[in-house]
């Protein structure tokens, strides 16, 4: 037999299954892609890729000699039984007790009934949209946003609105038009999400005022708003704005009356590995997380949490010190490269802190199309800006991210993308 007509029959069985099933799927699935983002990292296997596609820690910091010993320690210890059996939905009570401590030196006042841990703030994330989102409600996210919310939220069929942080209308205003919208599509706003600090995908930082003019916006709207709040701690220089969760208690008084649902993970600081996240917010809120928990994954793993602690209690500070430096170099090295090497007519961010830079290029270029000839050709990835864009738009964006590359790559890959977009506006002139 032919290989290539056995060939041929195995992708027409496949074919043919992959239909079969997607007429059994609920039609809630058609709302899932797969993310840009992870299908980009798989060219981080290929050692000749320069890649500033995956926002990704670097591993060399991560504390692999201190992790090690504590799980050798709780291992061999007499908490070693419960550290390896199931636990309480709500999360190893020594680890959030040091949230709470922790949330309270960022200015947010909260008890242990106010804190959840989540297997990542990704899965904060989804609890979150779970719990709030029917099929067509509106959810309010910046253009461009995080993808990985996007992902979270979509499932749920909302339709998506711009949050209008950039406004200086009154918050009566911008809610009447939200509502306005959203009554024009059969829909109401239901729930809003952002990354105030040096944020995925942009790098951007939104300053006090527009802080409070967000929660003007929540207060008006009467919804809750997510603050996703994975890179606060990675700040190089500037201001450390308060977190909106903090700015709003000062308001109400008690976290008990505040809308905010503070979204804060382990995995840019220490490690991503151990998948260790958590929710600061009304302890109502937080009850109805822990019964999603519990029919989602009961608990988040115990040994994970237990030596999290550890690490917490032990190394944090270091560690985000550690993240700032290293990431700090990298940076100033891309905006460094960025400055020499793009032609005329490509801008890009200045971030603060963070993991990104964001690329506008002129309208005419496709990020999208010129990634597979950078990739080809240059070997260089990065990820499309449309992937962070509800509606697909901002196709002649790029989001860079600096955290995984040397400085020395970092030049010669801006070097080699530099000399390919000009190449491109060069032939378009």
Same mark, same amino acid.
């Given at each position: 037999?032919?290989?290539?007509?056995?060939?041929?029959?195995?992708?027409?069985? %496949?074919?043919?299954?992959?239909?079969?099933?997607?007429?059994?799927?609920?039609?809630?699935?058609?709302?899932?892609?797969?993310?840009?983002?992870?299908?980009?990292?798989?060219?981080?296997?290929?050692?000749?890729?320069?890649?500033?596609?995956?926002?990704?820690?670097?591993?060399?910091?991560?504390?692999?000699?201190?992790?090690?010993?504590?799980?050798?320690?709780?291992?061999?210890?007499?908490?070693?039984?419960?550290?390896?059996?199931?636990?309480?939905?709500?999360?190893?009570?020594?680890?959030?007790?040091?949230?709470?401590?922790?949330?309270?030196?960022?200015?947010?006042?909260?008890?242990?009934?106010?804190?959840?841990?989540?297997?990542?703030?990704?899965?904060?994330?989804?609890?979150?949209?779970?719990?709030?989102?029917?099929?067509?409600?509106?959810?309010?996210?910046?253009?461009?946003?995080?993808?990985?919310?996007?992902?979270?939220?979509?499932?749920?069929?909302?339709?998506?609105?711009?949050?209008?942080?950039?406004?200086?209308?009154?918050?009566?205003?911008?809610? %009447?038009?939200?509502?306005?919208?959203?009554?024009?599509?059969?829909?109401?706003?239901?729930?809003?999400?952002?990354?105030?600090?040096?944020?995925?995908?942009?790098?951007?930082?939104?300053?006090?005022?527009?802080?409070?003019?967000?929660?003007?916006?929540?207060?008006?709207?009467?919804?809750?708003?997510?603050?996703?709040?994975?890179?606060?701690?990675?700040?190089?220089?500037?201001?450390?704005?308060?977190?909106?969760? %903090?700015?709003?208690?000062?308001?109400?008084?008690?976290?008990?009356?505040?809308? =905010?649902?503070?979204?804060?993970?382990?995995?840019? =600081?220490?490690?991503?590995?151990?998948?260790?996240?958590?929710?600061?917010?009304?302890?109502?809120?937080?009850?109805?997380?822990?019964?999603?928990?519990?029919?989602?994954?009961?608990?988040?793993?115990?040994?994970?949490?237990?030596?999290?602690?550890?690490?917490?209690?032990?190394?944090?500070?270091?560690?985000?010190?550690?993240?700032? %430096?290293?990431?700090?170099?990298?940076?100033?090295?891309?905006?460094?490269?960025?400055?020499?090497?793009?032609?005329?007519?490509?801008?890009?961010?200045?971030?603060?802190?963070?993991?990104?830079?964001?690329?506008?290029?002129?309208?005419?270029?496709?990020?999208?199309?010129?990634?597979?000839?950078?990739?080809?050709?240059?070997?260089?990835?990065?990820?499309?800006?449309?992937?962070?864009?509800?509606?697909?738009?901002?196709?002649?964006?790029?989001?860079?991210?600096?955290?995984?590359?040397?400085?020395?790559?970092?030049?010669?890959?801006?070097?080699?993308?530099?000399?390919?977009?000009?190449?491109?506006?060069?032939?378009?002139?």
């Amino acid at each position: 037999m032919n290989p290539n007509d056995d060939r041929e029959s195995q992708q027409g069985d %496949a074919a043919r299954n992959e239909a079969l099933w997607q007429q059994r799927f609920g039609e809630r699935s058609e709302r899932m892609r797969a993310s840009e983002i992870r299908e980009l990292l798989k060219l981080l296997d290929q050692p000749d890729v320069i890649s500033f596609a995956g926002g990704i820690p670097d591993a060399a910091l991560f504390p692999q000699a201190e992790i090690a010993s504590a799980y050798q320690a709780i291992l061999a210890g007499p908490d070693a039984g419960a550290a390896l059996q199931y636990s309480v939905s709500e999360g190893y009570r020594p680890l959030r007790e040091w949230i709470v401590r922790h949330m309270r030196a960022l200015g947010v006042p909260c008890g242990i009934d106010n804190i959840v841990i989540t297997s990542g703030s990704q899965q904060a994330l989804d609890f979150i949209a779970k719990l709030f989102l029917m099929q067509g409600d509106t959810a309010l996210v910046t253009w461009p946003t995080y993808l990985g919310a996007l992902q979270a939220l979509n499932p749920y069929e909302p339709r998506y609105d711009k949050l209008p942080i950039d406004s200086n209308e009154p918050a009566s205003a911008l809610a %009447a038009a939200v509502i306005d919208r959203a009554r024009a599509a059969g829909s109401r706003p239901r729930l809003a999400y952002l990354v105030p600090d040096v944020s995925n995908p942009t790098g951007r930082t939104l300053d006090r005022a527009g802080r409070e003019r967000l929660l003007d916006l929540i207060d008006a709207l009467d919804i809750p708003l997510i603050e996703d709040a994975a890179y606060q701690a990675l700040r190089f220089e500037g201001t450390h704005e308060p977190s909106l969760l %903090a700015l709003e208690i000062a308001r109400r008084g008690d976290i008990e009356q505040t809308r =905010t649902l503070y979204c804060g993970t382990f995995s840019k =600081t220490l490690v991503p590995g151990l998948r260790v996240g958590w929710i600061c917010a009304a302890a109502p809120v937080v009850s109805k997380i822990v019964l999603i928990k519990q029919a989602g994954d009961l608990h988040s793993a115990t040994i994970n949490q237990m030596v999290t602690h550890r690490l917490a209690e032990s190394v944090y500070a270091a560690q985000v010190e550690k993240a700032c %430096a290293a990431y700090g170099t990298r940076r100033d090295a891309m905006l460094d490269a960025l400055g020499r090497h793009m032609p005329k007519g490509v801008e890009w961010t200045v971030p603060e802190g963070g993991m990104f830079i964001w690329l506008t290029l002129p309208p005419h270029l496709d990020a999208t199309i010129l990634l597979a000839e950078a990739v080809t050709s240059e070997r260089i990835a990065y990820v499309p800006g449309g992937a962070f864009f509800p509606d697909g738009s901002g196709r002649n964006t790029a989001r860079l991210s600096f955290s995984s590359a040397s400085p020395a790559r970092i030049e010669e890959g801006i070097s080699r993308l530099g000399r390919l977009i000009a190449g491109k506006i060069a032939k378009a002139a």
